[in-house]
């Protein structure tokens, strides 16, 4: 069977393989499953898929595929098998049928990321059968856990078992590649050259406790609700970083939208859909999202606390910090609970243009762009072994589909076609990289 046809056969099976990440290693299963059935699928064409397990169940797969000249950097392709959770009442079709209908195939992770990790097994296969070979070696991983936080997938693969990733120095994954029309002649891909840190934090307040009833100076939550609302009504500085700027530099032209650099937040509001995403990208953010104080309606707590999910440009995680500290002034204490840094590399050398090529060659509207995602994925561990990380996982995708809002969106699905051009993209990537 060809690639192209393959890999709706492959993706289906993934999406019936309930992966869900609840993040509670409790509740979450399905990735054992989903990891035997990628080593059975590569053992067919004869590698040698190896599968670590960080915890029951939590299972991720790797292999390497030998290119024509192992002496070269060998470059890293990786995916998640695991999903977020979804309601079936809330969807049209239920979430884990994998059914084909209306040119689409739906399912919890048709668009993340089961729809990469069927694309690469079809292209490998296919290859393998074919006795077609890469031109350098691939390191193929399949990891769990990425919807929680990477921990148990490819935070434990990168800790534990290096020695998959040696002479790796470049890899290719989720959040990058896809199109957003410009019109029905030109289309831009968005290839993911940087990503934002991740700084999750905990502030807190003490104060006095006692008595309701009593007059109290020195109240922890109303210290902590100024700190709160004045973390969540801040606008950080824009800070124009060069990813972002030569994505607003080209897209602007393209666009024919006038781009004023020490004002782009004008150019943004008129770029359509993607403006969401870009927008983040312009300055650091602190969004408040817990809040946790008191045990009884009339005792005033000695302490209270919130959580604050911030998301950092690559290299201010220290100057956010700082300016973090100002905003909140010195009776607030700040606990991290969470921190990764961001990524950014540029948009050159041989790999970005294998990537511009193969989408030209497939789509000859096709536009490629670097862009910063808001988010953070699994490049994130793999950036702590000096791997350069790029997010391209190609679709072309229809004029009308909005398609941000089918990540972790209900009716998540991905259009056949676009499958299909994907793997066709991939096909010429892999040969010229
Ligand atoms: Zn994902």
Redesign the pocket.
């Given at each position: 069977m060809n690639a192209t046809d393959e890999v709706i056969e492959l993706c289906r099976d993934l999406l019936r393989i309930d992966t869900t990440n609840t993040g509670d290693l409790d509740t979450s299963a399905g990735e054992r499953a989903a990891a035997e059935y990628v080593a059975e699928k590569l053992a067919e064409v004869g590698l040698q898929p190896e599968i670590q397990e960080s915890a029951p169940g939590r299972a991720s797969v790797v292999a390497r595929f030998e290119g024509e000249d192992p002496s070269r950097d060998a470059l890293l392709i990786h995916g998640?098998l695991d999903v977020v959770p979804a309601d079936a009442s809330e969807w049209s079709v239920h979430p884990f049928s994998g059914e084909v209908k209306d040119g689409y195939l739906w399912g919890r992770g048709a668009v993340?990321?089961k729809d990469f990790d069927a694309m690469v097994l079809a292209l490998v296969r296919q290859m393998r059968r074919e006795g077609r070979k890469p031109p350098r070696d691939v390191v193929l991983a399949f990891v769990a856990d990425?919807?929680a936080g990477s921990t148990y997938g490819a935070q434990f693969l990168v800790d534990r078992f290096p020695q998959y990733f040696e002479g790796v120095t470049e890899a290719v994954g989720?959040?990058g590649g896809f199109s957003v029309s410009v019109s029905s002649q030109q289309r831009l891909y968005l290839i993911e050259t940087a990503q934002k840190g991740i700084d999750w934090l905990r502030i807190h307040a003490k104060g006095r406790p006692g008595h309701g009833s009593m007059i109290n100076d020195d109240n922890a939550v109303t210290a902590l609700a100024e700190a709160v609302a004045r973390i969540g009504r801040h606008r950080f500085p824009i800070v124009m970083t060069p990813t972002v700027r030569a994505f607003l530099e080209q897209v602007s032209q393209i666009l024919d939208i006038e781009l004023d650099l020490d004002d782009p937040e004008a150019a943004v509001g008129k770029i359509g859909p993607i403006a969401m995403i870009i927008g983040a990208t312009l300055r650091n953010t602190a969004n408040p999202t817990r809040l946790a104080a008191g045990y009884k309606d009339n005792v005033i707590p000695g302490r209270a606390s919130a959580t604050i999910d911030c998301r950092t440009l690559p290299g201010q995680s220290e100057l956010f910090e700082q300016q973090l500290r100002d905003l909140v002034g010195p009776d607030i204490d700040l606990e991290y609970i969470h921190r990764q840094p961001g990524l950014e590399t540029t948009f050159d050398g041989a790999l970005v243009e294998a990537m511009s090529a193969a989408l030209r060659a497939e789509d000859p509207g096709a536009l490629p762009v670097p862009y910063m995602l808001s988010g953070g994925?699994d490049a994130k561990q793999f950036d702590k072994l000096g791997i350069r990380c790029f997010g391209f996982s190609p679709l072309r995708l229809p004029d009308d589909l909005n398609f941000g809002a089918l990540?972790h969106g209900i009716d998540e699905r991905v259009p056949v076609e676009g499958l299909q051009f994907g793997v066709r993209v991939l096909d010429r990537f892999l040969q010229q990289s």
């Open positions: 998640h993340d990321m990425e919807e989720e959040v994925t990540f």
